[in-house]
């Protein structure tokens, strides 16, 4: 994209987020919160996701020289290190204007396109992988969940990776004791699919209010939407010395799936 265009891009993107109305604290989703408090869980995404991102990318899909990865919800560009350092070409979108003139503002060599949900602005087979981080646990409707699956099954090339993470069916347990978030609310008691868990992150205080999806349901997305579950796995917090995990270090909070889309 042209130097201009980009500039105008990132100033629109900035306007936009300046000018969106302020939402009641509990309404909110990740991406309605600012941006830059969302910032703070590059931390935790580089103890907890790094070497799992960083493994499945490789054991699936290794990048050739010519390897283009979308970045599905890239929210503020949280992966987007992880897909260059495997060695790909990234591109983001998203539907949230504050998120992506973050993400802009980060990485500037990486084109993000602000999208409707579902709706990638790509030809068929372009991509080699693609990644989904945290970004199904925002939207509470299977068969919008289930359509965008299929455009991104629609925009990868056969033998193309989809890597989704989400929450585990553990992560919202009131009974948990996890260090880095609160899980103990009421709506938590009767988690169903599609319905809404709450965590609450005091250090960075926020407060997200997500959609429950069982490991079934993802099954369930990936088969609807054709393709080939490869993978699931459900990485555990390791003890770096600090003593900081708590039931991260037995229980996962976190699940990762690998599907591909068949040759
Ligand atoms: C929790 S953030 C995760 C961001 C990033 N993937 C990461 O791992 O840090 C969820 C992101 O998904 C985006 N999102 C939510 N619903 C979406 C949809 N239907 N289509 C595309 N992006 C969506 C939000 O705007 C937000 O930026």
């Known amino acids: 994209m042209a130097r201009h265009s980009r500039f105008t891009l990132a100033l629109s993107l900035l306007m936009a987020w300046l000018t969106q109305p302020v939402l009641a604290a509990n309404t909110m989703q990740y991406s309605e919160q600012t941006a830059e408090r969302y910032l ?10 790094e070497p799992v991102l960083q493994k499945a990318l490789q054991d699936y899909h290794p990048a050739t020289d010519t390897a283009l990865a979308l970045d599905y919800g890239c929210g503020t560009g949280i992966a987007i290190p992880y897909l260059k350092k495997a060695g ?16 802009l503002t980060a990485h500037m060599d990486v084109p993000f396109t602000r999208i409707t949900s579902g709706k990638i602005p790509r030809p068929e087979n372009t991509y080699d992988l693609a990644l989904a981080s945290y970004v199904i646990v925002e939207i ?24 989704v993470m989400g929450s585990s069916d553990e992560r919202h347990n009131p009974d948990r004791q996890w260090a880095s978030k609160d899980v103990d609310f009421p709506e938590n008691r009767n988690r169903v699919s ?36 490869l993978e699931h796995q459900q990485p555990l917090a390791t003890d770096d010395g600090r003593g900081y995990w708590k039931d991260e270090l037995t229980i996962p909070a976190t699940s990762l799936f690998v599907a591909q889309k068949p040759y």
């Not at 070409?89 to 993400?103: K, S, T, Y």
């Not at 409707?141 to 289930?146: G, L, S, Y």
């Not at 809404?196 to 490991?215: E, I």
């Open 40 to 49: 703070h869980f590059n931390w935790l995404a580089k103890s907890l996701l």
């Open 88 to 103: 790909y070409r990234v591109e983001g979108v998203d539907i949230e204007p504050n998120m992506l003139a973050a993400a």
């Open 140 to 163: 509470g409707d299977r068969d919008e969940i289930i359509n965008i699956f299929k455009d991104i099954y629609r925009t990868l090339k056969p033998g193309g990776v989809l890597v």
């Open 194 to 229: 599609g319905s809404r868990v709450h965590s609450r992150y005091s250090k960075q205080d926020l407060d997200f209010y997500d959609y429950f999806w069982s490991t079934e349901d993802y099954r369930d997305f990936f088969t609807q939407s054709g393709f080939n579950l």
